[in-house]
């Protein structure tokens, strides 16, 4: 039951992406009916005419459909597999494409949660490695073209006698039971070896990072990387040794089962043609007719049956792609108010907040206020809660309890893009594309942006920087796709990133600890000249350094998800005994040359 509600629901996803698809398919599956029935029936009276009559006319008749309906059929079916052979591949990259986008959609915290976080590595790992999506599309097709074989077939051989239909059904029902078998063993082989080819695939993937290198060269770890993949290869192709033994023993069966078939339906047509003890006789034409169909029939008997063991075995491996699929795409709480203008007032009232499926508390009821054009820089320790305020801020997350509120009105009030366009902010890991430089900070490549682009570029430093690129602001971030793309420091990869947030016009810009790999002087230098850049315009600084702090006008400092102080540089300095202070002066050494 739970494969055909899978089937079911992979099905529906599949009829969205494409209704001619399902066209396409009926159209295959009878053609290819067709022809296996015309050249079952039409040999059968060609061969009577000339055993009987032999009417020159109608042996010419007979002869010249058979031809015919074979080139017909022959050029319908080539086409049809073209056609599917384009279709399939489209269908793959759709599936594909649909994976991509539901991890663009799905709600934000389930990509941060590790059970779905591997959840998606499974996904993924069952479509690209084990070509789940393209085998079970290719079985699905396979499987509907051999039923519409099996049920004309049948009615030919019905024909005959079910005595006939009853003995071809019992060694395929023995056929049908060693694929079960097989197919059951086979998916958890490919279950349980899931986890050595994932390390094994990690290993392999360092040997390829060219951001790996230095460090592979410089630290002599190549012959570790080398001795690690060969050691999981070796544990793998143990595996596989011990897979194909059992899948030969499997072919030999099944070979001996096929002789059997066919030693029955010669034989059993056989005495019909010579003698009337299971019932009337049939001629010669009739006996090539139920040979043939009896063959044909075992064919797709058996061809059906491993589609549907294989469909059920990729329903298994893709388990975790239906799974990730069903998620609820991201709500975004879309509120009817149109956000226009600035931001004049942003706080936070008694907001508690906890992960999804944790129960501990990043916040606990913290409450503060911020005015249009202040700079607040939030510090504490590591898990303190400072992203996530940034993170509730930008509507990642909802507050567990309590409300946020923007100009007096919640932010799940607004209009999710309208807000979103009043926000804008630099992360820690904060990332940049393969893309041009333009690109990557505008978004699209617009000609009338270019020169706010390049004012943006001068403003953060980058103007010498883009002045010694032969394609300027037109180079390509990295050399994956361009060999004449190009690489940056952290230092001006932290520019562009400040400059895609300056670019968005935000009324509201935040600092997520984007320097923390930096030391401290060039931190405090960064921040100084943001502050700078930022202007008249709110902004939120998010560090456990201090260096951030001298120049805004108010410091939040959070202690275990709890607020302890909200005051100037000045003032928290004049309390010895805050963690404010203490925090500070243990970080001072690094800021004295």
Known sequence: MYQINSLKRFMVMCFRI???????????????????????????????????????????????????SNVFFAFFTLTMKRLMVIKNIYMKEKMNEAMAAKIMNVEFSFLENPYYLDLKERAVFAANNQSALENLINNVADSM??????????????????????????????????QRFFAKYQMQFFQDIIPINRKYGYYVGLAYNDKLQKDIRLFHMGDMLTDRVGEYNNEINNWFTAYHKKQGLF??????????????????????????????????????????????????????????????????????????????????????????????????????FSYPGSTALVLKGISFQIKKGE????????????????KLL????????????????????????SYMKTVAAVFQDYKLFAFSIHENIAGVARENDRN????????????????????GADSLFGKSYDENGIEMSGGEGQKVAIAR?????ASLIILDEPTSALDPLAEAEIYEKFNQLVGGKTALYISHRMSSSVFCDKILVLDKGVISDFDSHRKLMENKDSMYYKLFNSQAVNYQL
């Open 501 to 505: 947030a300056l670019y968005k016009k």
């Open 452 to 471: 706010h682009v390049m004012e943006i570029l001068n403003q953060v430093g980058l103007q010498d920087k883009i002045s010694t690129l032969p394609q």
């Open 145 to 178: 073209k051999n039923m519409f074989t099996i049920v004309s077939l049948l009615a030919v051989m019905f024909t005959l006698s079910p005595v006939f239909i009853i003995l071809l059904g019992a060694t395929i029902g023995i056929t049908l039971l060693f």
């Open 251 to 352: 072919l030999s069966l099944y070979g001996i089962i096929n002789d059997l078939q066919a030693a029955l339906s010669y034989g059993y047509v056989g005495l019909r043609v010579i003698s009337d003890v299971f019932g009337a006789r049939i001629g010669i034409g009739s006996f090539t007719m139920y040979v043939s169909a009896a063959v044909n029939f075992t064919t797709a008997t058996t061809a059906f049956g491993k589609n549907v063991m294989t469909v059920i075995q990729m329903l298994g491996y893709l388990e975790p792609f239906m799974e990730f699929m069903a998620l609820p795409d991201e709500e975004k709480q879309e509120g009817t108010i149109s956000f226009k203008g600035e931001i004049e007032t942003l706080s936070f009232e008694n907001v508690t």
């Open 394 to 417: 930008c509507r990642l997350y909802r507050p567990t309890s309590g409300k946020i509120y923007i100009n007096g009105q919640d932010i799940y009030e607004y209009e999710f893009s």
């Open 18 to 68: 494409s209704p001619m698809y399902f066209i396409l398919l009926c159209l295959n599956s009878l053609a290819s009916t067709g022809q296996i029935l015309i050249n079952v029936i039409l040999p059968k009276h060609l061969i009577d005419e000339l055993i009987g009559n032999r009417d020159e006319k109608k042996l010419l008749f007979l002869g010249a459909g058979v031809v015919l």
């Open 375 to 390: 700079k607040i820089s939030i510090v504490g320790i590591n898990g303190a809660g400072k992203s996530t305020i940034v």
